[in-house]
């Protein structure tokens, strides 16, 4: 298992200075959304130049950092006819920028109906479901011409909140390039939490051949919501997702989330010391 963390979670700096930090605190890997780490220079799609690609693959390299996933968290099921089209182009441009990047994976989130990007009720109906898997499908194919993985993360607000969706979506759209962010805690909602050792079981069953990247975080119960919160400060026992990846995901990214500067390492070395003490 490599440990690594979301470079929008360390200190605000440059990005060089950013992965400075994630080295000396012994971070294998980053987590990288363009528009919330780079802020001194453009990150607008006609600046995911090839040069700006092998600059930054360069830079990750002189830190010993693997890049696990290039976020693209945009909704692909938004109803505004023009904000698709600059949606689509922000993906397809991520996709290129990723090919010459050498980024572990594109990562994206599943959507909403509607512009806001939140929760209704409608987000979990066929028809929702239905949409998602029709417009993901073009961006898998770009995908597959770049041999970029585009990695999808089931969250329970969203359109695929579950396990049972994330299958089909995937057995729907059958590309080797379509694979899943592991989440578990985005699983989870208020309704849920307490049966969240099935939740979990049932996404490593389902969904197990096909997780990519692995995200960890815990959380606390903050009256009728959920607070995502860091690894070892929360609800959540590790033991069997960490047995999952020992087991079947030998060297897997696993980021952390939800971090600050103050707790990044002791969260490291919580996940790292029982992923340690398991046997397999």
Do not use: W
Request: with cysteine.
């Amino acid at each position: 298992m490599q440990l690594g963390i979301r470079l929008h979670d360390i200190k605000k700096a440059p990005l060089e200075e950013r992965l400075a930090i994630a080295k000396e605190q012994g971070f294998k890997c980053g987590h990288i959304a363009l528009g919330k780490v780079i802020s001194e220079y453009s990150t607008d799609n006609s600046a995911l130049t090839p040069g700006l690609a092998l600059y930054l693959k360069k830079l990750f390299a002189a830190n010993d950092q693997d890049i696990a996933v290039l976020g693209c968290y945009l909704n692909l099921a938004n109803p505004n006819t023009e904000t698709m089209k600059k949606t689509y182009a922000r993906y397809l441009a991520n996709i290129r920028f990723a090919a010459l990047l050498g980024a572990g994976v594109v990562g994206t989130e599943t959507g909403a109906v509607n512009e806001e990007y939140k929760f209704e009720e409608a987000n979990h109906s066929e028809e929702a479901l239905e949409l998602f898997i029709e417009r993901l499908k073009p961006v898998v194919e770009y995908a597959e011409k770049f041999g970029v993985i585009l990695a999808i993360e089931p969250v329970a607000k969203h359109i695929v909140c579950n396990p049972k969706r994330a299958r089909r979506v995937l057995d729907s759209i059958a590309s080797p390039n379509l694979q899943i962010i592991f989440d578990p805690v985005n699983l989870l909602d208020i309704n849920n939490y307490e049966n969240r050792d099935d939740i979990f079981a049932e996404a490593m069953n389902l969904l197990g051949k096909d997780i990519a990247v692995v995200h960890l975080k815990d959380f606390v119960v903050d009256g009728d919501e959920l607070k995502s919160v860091a690894c070892g400060t929360g609800c959540m026992k590790y033991d069997e997702i960490l047995r999952f990846i020992k087991k079947s995901k030998p060297f897997i990214h696993a980021t952390l989330e939800n971090t600050n500067p103050d707790n990044a390492v002791a969260a490291r070395k919580y996940i790292q010391n029982i992923y340690d003490s398991l046997e397999i």
